[in-house]
């Protein structure tokens, strides 16, 4: 199922992930929050999903799909009228898969004050003109953190996979 076409294959040059990452800087309205004024965690899943994508393509030079999304941790809540930040950067590449990590940030506008509130990882599949994924170029971490974040990135696809696994395995027993 996959495009094994040479012609892209000979066009696969490794890329940095400073190539492709991404910063997004949202408002946040009033109709992206709860009764208590706080960004709605679906309208942040939509932001980082977009960010991810975005740096997913850059890197790919693709359409890309939304395979896994995890590790979505809510640390702390981003409020009405502030900046959300969301910084998106290639962890990890397979064949045709690629993990993205996003961190999200809430800015002040008055205090100027930034925190970290959320972290995640998304996975994504570079898809050709008939939605099947194609090869990728390599990923090439320049950084003692982004080697780090390539070897856990690898780890934790494993994880993914393992977790896909026994799900099916579970859907067909039934
Ligand atoms: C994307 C899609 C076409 C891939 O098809 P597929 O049959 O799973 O393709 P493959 O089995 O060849 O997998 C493609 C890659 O994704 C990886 N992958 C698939 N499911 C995964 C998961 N749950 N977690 C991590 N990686 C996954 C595979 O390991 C493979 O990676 P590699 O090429 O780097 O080794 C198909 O899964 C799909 O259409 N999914 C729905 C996507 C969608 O609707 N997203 C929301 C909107 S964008």
Redesign the pocket.
Known sequence: ??DDSREHLNNLVGKPPSASQVEMTELVLPNDTNLLGNLLGGRLMHWIDIAGAMAASRHSGRIV????LDSLDFRHPARMGELVILKAKLTWV????MEVAVNVYAENIKSGRTILTNKAFI?F?A?DEE???VPVPPLLPETEEEWANFRQGELR?QE??KK?QAEENSSEEK
């Open positions: 199922m996959h799909a939304t395979v896994a397979g064949r045709t898969s996975t599949v898809l939605g099947k994924p696809r993914r996979l896909k």
